[in-house]
């Protein structure tokens, strides 16, 4: 049987677009059977409705706390019966409720080498720390933020004439390479969690998360 994804998404979906790509290329076994947005005018749902995928808008601003917009995320959610969910580019913060109910079947990928930069502006963060390599992560939700098991990364050398934005632009590239690879491993069962700590072929990844080098 087909695994089943949701996509959730604030903004112009451009690792969504990855992911529908490998999907339709057939590297990742599954289906993506949603992409949900907590903001309408959210590009990412035009990308999904070219590729025939249903969408939903939820918007947060119609309920009086994060507590209630997010049960009202799980039963919509639930809707498409997920076997994965897909946090790219969905900028709220998850209530603890919301990330137990998905455990282990919530990802989520940040634009920093976690555990550095944890947070936002990481790209102009990594510049003024005088990092000599900066990167993206995924890694599965837990309740801190961008805190979660990591099991794959990818790094880009740092230039002299790097900007936030010229970073912000290599880091993206390789965030479309290994998302569609992550969701790939996880629907595969090559990707297990236990007692917190990844493993990838029933190897621990406690202390070394593959990672893509530029």
């Known amino acids: ?60 601003t119609d309920f009086s706390s994060r507590e209630s917009f997010d049960q009202a995320m799980i039963r919509l959610i639930n809707q498409y019966d997920p076997d994965l969910v897909v946090l790219a580019g969905f900028m709220r913060i998850l209530s603890p409720a919301f990330v137990q109910y998905f455990e282990g079947r919530l990802l989520n990928i940040h634009p920093s080498l976690l555990p550095k930069f944890q947070g936002l502006h990481t790209h102009k963060r990594a510049i003024e720390a005088g990092e000599k390599e900066h990167g993206a992560s995924v890694h599965f939700v837990t309740e801190e933020l961008d805190g979660g098991p990591v099991f794959i990364q990818a790094a880009v050398e740092l230039d002299k004439e790097d900007t936030p934005e010229s970073l912000a632009a290599k880091v993206l590239k390789q965030e479309h390479l290994i998302y569609p690879i992550a969701v790939k491993w996880v629907l595969e069962g090559r990707i297990q969690l236990k007692g917190g700590v990844p493993y990838l072929d029933g190897i621990s990844l406690a202390n070394n998360i593959p990672k893509l080098s530029v």
């Not at 089943?4 to 993506?32: F, H, R, T």
């Open 1 to 60: 049987m087909t695994s089943s994804i949701v996509v959730l998404i604030s903004g112009s979906g451009s690792n969504l677009q990855a992911i529908i790509d490998a999907v339709k290329a057939e590297e990742i076994p599954g289906e993506i059977r949603a992409v949900i947005s907590n903001k309408a005018e959210a590009y990412g749902l035009e990308r999904a409705k070219q590729a025939g995928i249903a969408t939903e808008v939820l918007s947060h």
